[in-house]
């Protein structure tokens, strides 16, 4: 029948993510839908994958679409008519040293959140599931019986079979040869059968998305890397079973060890060497139902160690080795979400398990187009997290570094160092020669501390300036204890460079952002915190928006928010009549001064009259500071006296010199991002999708301050309305946690008794309180009625119940005194 000449949505990719996103359109009623495959369905990486299906993961976004899609595999086959071969034989995971065993009993709270459960224990596990392993060194197991493995090829044709007995067309041998929007946003897709009108687009093309993604002026931050594994002969010790062993996995030795057919399948990955493909752009024309050469020398220590582990695998030859490609994104999760700065596209591609991800993908792309938001939080994998900052030599790195790394632990405080530097401000070289540390926030290299050999029992960075991490507090804590000592007492001075900021002009600009966020716009010269809401009333963005002038506003975001924050004005604002919406971001550097001696400090080097009634608590005054001028905002993420200097970025090294040299006679000392992270617990500050989520409203989030129900129309504010009127399932709240030398990890369960009651979003230390604070989500009725004292409240750090009680959300300076000084 050929193509059709329209289709609602093109889907462009025929994988096991590309059938899903099919399928789930048409289950959720969408019509005229198009699958369009240069090749036949399941050609690129879907054909060589192990096809396993775990659960576990380091964070609730991938875990959620790891169980969501388990939940799918478990009756999609009955459901579209189509045989699976899909078995939960359940998997044993060992800890073979005490931090990965601390990872295992948080990663047990997380999956208890979400409903799923893991037996946690030692030995005992093994003897019951996995007899044929050894159990020397093991100090702890998890046992998943949920886990398994699926044909991923008859997983990706039920996908197809659903989606087309529902209405949707699948054109195989169909290459998309290029893309062209629209000015009412559609697209020409054209192919070598023939164009397609769409209306949207979405880039389900695995290891050729870079290719798609070029076909409409985007970079997508991809690369291609091999993944080996082998599979053996009928081995004894479990051919005669009835059912299948179980899985294992050895993350600390890095490797997965399963059942196939008679014989056993062994994945490794290599803690180095691994190896690139295409990295000069130049992707096969058609690379399907492709390997690479095997390189069975590069995995033989990995063999040997799990030879070791399950004798068994040793007695058997290899009678196959698969060798293929796999796409990484810099941090190895997948894009799933809007193309950055582009209508009516989506990405749903660059996945390293895209078959245990795929039902969860089609999902999350089918509430972005038919609800306008997502049900779950699902930054860490949109596409927007990664801005200009992922160069090509930086995700080549970085992903070399998170291959090398699959079952590396993901500690609260890490700073990975490949790929690093990519953008720095002008202080860069001068923090670094004063001991700087640093750490990458939105690509932008910021210090995180500084170390100094004179402070007792602090951090000294290596010879590459990296820091261990770990579940404890680290040395650094010392280094940090100093830097809060600072600003409490005197004055302290950090560069934030890398703030997203955008400038919006125009007659109409009041009316539009009045439109936009749930609160209401400052006047003249006045600063406010200000939140945009999903329609479901869940927290989008946050914006800092300074009034300039009548008809100019400056709104800053944090520094990852960059492209996502963009998007959300955009889409705002381009239509309304009277506005301009420029990103400045790469125009101004940022230095914020803090501490009670700060105005004496920024006094000395500007004639502008910096007295409390001239220059007040969340305003904003545009002045010379050195010579340099600058937009000065009289606002403090820290709770003291503070000030946010946003001087033009070439300026700003001498601006920082000029404020350096002024601050030695009041003691100023350089901090960092973990200082400012103590402190801003300290006051209750919360951090964007950290504590601020999607999933979570405004009211329950305690923004009630900053939301006007009265306006007329902003985004959320039906919802909100009725939440108002019925009640919050939730509050967030500040913990006071009695823990000795760990923090609770963020994930972190809160249980009133036996009963789970919330969870910790963000956990540190407060020097200035000299406690260990957690903020997070607790039930409504927990934290209203009188539960606070109870002394079978606790929090579940790492395994362990830590006492904790329920204070106020600002336990430093509540009445802000400090800084309306």
């Not at 996908?159 to 697209?187: M, P, S």
């Not at 076909?215 to 594994?229: I, K």
């Not at 950290?690 to 009630?704: I, N, Q, R």
Request: with cysteine; glycine share 10%.
């Amino acid at each position: 029948m050929g193509l059709p000449a329209k289709a609602s949505v093109v889907v462009i990719g025929g994988g096991a993510v590309g059938a899903s996103v099919l399928y789930h359109l048409a289950k959720r009623g969408m019509k005229d839908l198009l699958l369009v495959e240069k090749n036949e369905l399941t050609a690129g990486s879907t054909w060589h994958a192990a096809g396993n299906c775990p659960t576990f993961a380091g964070g609730w976004t991938i875990m959620r679409i790891q169980k969501y899609s388990q939940e799918i595999f478990a009756t999609l086959a009955e459901e579209v008519d189509y045989p699976m071969n899909y078995h939960q034989s359940g998997a044993v995971r060992v800890a073979n040293n005490d931090t990965r065993a601390e990872e295992f009993a948080h990663v047990t709270g997380l999956a208890a959140y979400l409903g799923l459960h893991y037996d946690l224990g030692g030995t005992e596990l093994l003897d019951q599931h996995y007899p044929l392993a050894e159990k020397d060194g093991v100090k702890s197991v998890i046992w998943d019986e949920l886990d398994g493995d699926i044909d991923p090829a008859q997983l990706t044709q039920a996908y197809a079979k659903g989606a087309r007995d529902l209405g949707a067309k699948i054109e195989r041998f169909c290459n998309v040869t290029a893309l062209k929007q629209h000015a009412d946003g559609h697209w020409t897709v054209s192919t070598t059968k023939g164009d397609v009108e769409a209306d949207i687009i979405i880039n389900a093309a695995g290891y050729y998305a870079p290719e798609v993604g070029r076909m409409m002026g985007r970079d997508v931050p991809s690369v291609v890397l091999e993944h080996q594994y082998l599979i053996t002969e009928p081995v004894d010790a479990i051919a005669d079973r009835e059912s299948k062993i179980p899985l294992l996995r050895d993350p600390d030795d890095s490797y997965y060890l399963r059942q196939e057919g008679k014989g056993l399948m062994l994945g490794p990955y290599e803690h180095e060497n691994a190896v690139l493909h295409w990295t000069d752009g130049n992707t096969p024309d058609d690379f399907s139902f492709q390997l690479f050469n095997d390189d069975l020398d590069r995995l033989e220590t990995y063999i040997e160690a799990a030879c070791n582990r399950v004798p068994a695998l040793g007695t058997s030859g290899v009678t196959k080795v698969i060798n293929g490609p796999i796409p990484y994104t810099p941090d190895g999760l997948p894009l799933i979400g809007p193309v950055p700065d582009t209508r009516n596209a989506y990405e749903a591609c660059v996945f390293s398990f895209g078959i245990a991800q795929s039902g969860g993908a089609g999902k999350i792309i089918a509430d972005h187009i038919l609800d306008g938001e997502t049900e779950w939080e699902t930054w860490s994998v949109d596409p927007r997290r990664f801005t200009d900052f992922a160069t090509p030599a930086y995700r080549e790195a970085k992903a070399r570094e998170v291959y090398e790394y699959e079952y590396a632990i993901g500690f609260p405080f890490e700073e990975k160092p490949a790929g690093r530097p990519v953008k720095m401000s002008s202080v860069y070289d001068i923090l670094k020669a004063k001991g700087a540390v640093f750490g990458p926030r939105g690509g932008w290299e910021r210090a995180v501390f500084f170390a100094d050999p004179a402070i007792d029992g602090g951090a000294t960075p290596d010879a590459d300036g990296q820091i261990e991490a770990g579940w404890h507090r680290q040395p650094w804590a010392a280094n940090v204890a100093a830097e809060v000592d600072a600003v409490t007492k005197g004055c302290g001075i950090i560069d934030m460079t890398g703030f997203s900021r955008y400038e919006v002009t125009g007659s109409g600009a009041a009316a539009a952002l009045d439109t936009l966020i749930a609160g209401r716009l400052p006047k003249v010269g006045r600063v406010t915190l200000s939140y945009v809401c999903t329609p479901s009333g869940g927290v989008l963005s946050e914006f800092t928006i300074a009034r300039m002038d009548t008809n100019r506003y400056w709104l800053t975001a944090a520094a990852g928010a960059r492209w996502h924050d963009r998007d959300v004005l955009s889409a705002h604002l381009d239509d309304k009549p009277d506005v301009a919406m420029r990103d400045i971001t790469d125009d101004y550097g940022t230095l914020v001064l803090a501490g009670p001696a700060s105005r004496d400090v920024l006094g000395a080097v500007t004639d502008a009259s910096l007295a409390s009634g001239d220059f007040s608590w969340l305003s904003v005054r545009e002045i010379d500071v050195a010579g340099v001028p600058l937009a000065a905002l009289r606002i403090s993420y820290v709770g003291e006296l503070g000030y946010e200097l946003h001087a033009p970025f070439a300026q700003l090294g001498d601006l920082y010199r000029a404020l350096d040299e002024a601050g030695r006679a009041h003691g100023m000392r350089d901090f960092g991002m973990y200082a400012m992270e103590s402190m801003r617990l300290e006051k209750g500050y919360r951090g964007w999708k950290s504590d601020l989520t999607v999933e979570f409203s405004a009211l329950e989030a305690g923004l009630d301050r900053f939301i006007s129900l009265d306006k007329a129309a902003f985004p959320g504010r039906g919802a909100l309305q009725r939440e108002f009127q019925s009640g919050s399932a939730h509050k967030f709240c500040t913990l006071r946690v009695a823990a000795e030398t760990a923090d609770p990890p963020p994930g972190s369960l809160i249980y009133l008794g036996d009963a789970l009651v919330g969870y910790v979003s963000s956990a540190g230390y407060g020097h200035r309180t000299e406690q260990s604070l957690a903020m997070g989500y607790v039930k409504r009725e927990v934290a209203e009625n009188g539960h606070a004292d109870r002394d079978d409240l606790h929090v579940m750090c790492l395994g362990k119940p830590l006492a904790t009680k329920l204070v106020a959300d600002v336990t430093y300076d509540p009445s802000n005194e400090r800084m309306r000084v």
